[in-house]
């Protein structure tokens, strides 16, 4: 994706910077269990706030962070975190060795690629045998109404549509659980899944994303991975009484 589209989209007057990232790198670091001198990949990095939340997480664990993306970025480290522009994620080679990172972070990214196979399989290939694939994907059902505003998005996944992905490509033991991009509730799962399967959201008050898990095995023979749903809370105007 080009410059112009990171601009356009994320533009900071219409999406400022919050402490959204530093929040959830730091959920996704202390849930997964991500040790001290990991190495750290955030893969369509964007406009790089994630990447900077995840390097001020892990600074005092001497985490290694880097990140990728389509847009422009001249090769250098900026916020603790190694950036690499003007790459092609959907047919590009990572510029990485084999089971070179512990965590790989993916978020709005694999509704951009038509055929997710090189993706999907570049992303297995730089985990270390037993590292995270975490994803964060729009699902479809909750933003069908909103899913094109944004004319990139070519790909449309549904909880279903992206368990059976995963399956196709070689993922086994895909499991789904719902995760709310809504900081209050993390700690609180096990009752937001309840609530959860008993109301099925609005559209006028929140977004839907799916969050795909997966977990390489010491056995490099053998994709077995968990797949994980996300409904992200995103509250787009005051909830209804």
């Not at 549509?161 to 499991?175: A, H, K, Q, Y």
Request: charged letters at 30%; one cysteine or more.
């Amino acid at each position: 994706m080009t410059g112009n589209y990171v601009k356009t989209i994320y533009d900071p007057k219409k999406r400022p910077v919050t402490d959204y990232p530093d929040r959830l790198a730091g959920y996704i670091l202390s849930r997964y269990h991500v040790k001290p001198h990991a190495a750290i990949l955030d893969s369509g990095s964007g406009r790089g706030d994630f990447a900077r939340a995840f390097a001020r997480k892990g600074k005092a664990m001497d985490m290694d962070v880097w990140a990728i993306d389509g847009s422009h970025y001249e090769k250098a480290k900026d916020g603790g975190v190694n950036f690499i522009g003007d790459f092609d994620l959907e047919t590009g080679r990572l510029p990485f060795a084999d089971n070179r990172f512990d965590l790989v972070f993916s978020k709005s990214v694999l509704e951009h690629i038509h055929k997710p196979r090189q993706y999907l399989a570049e992303i297995y290939r730089v985990l270390k045998p037993g590292g995270v694939f975490v994803a964060l994907v729009p699902d479809w059902h909750t933003q069908m109404y909103i899913y094109y505003d944004d004319f990139s998005h070519v790909q449309p996944y549904t909880r279903k549509g992206v368990e059976d992905t995963l399956r196709i490509f070689g993922f086994r033991n895909v499991s789904a659980e719902l995760f709310y991009q809504l900081p209050s509730v993390w700690k609180h799962q096990s009752v937001v899944q309840a609530f959860a399967g008993n109301r099925r959201p609005c559209k006028e008050d929140i977004r839907q994303y799916i969050l795909p898990f997966f977990q390489r095995t010491d056995d490099p023979g053998k994709r077995e991975k968990r797949q994980e749903i996300a409904w992200s809370w995103d509250f787009l105007e005051k909830k209804p009484s």
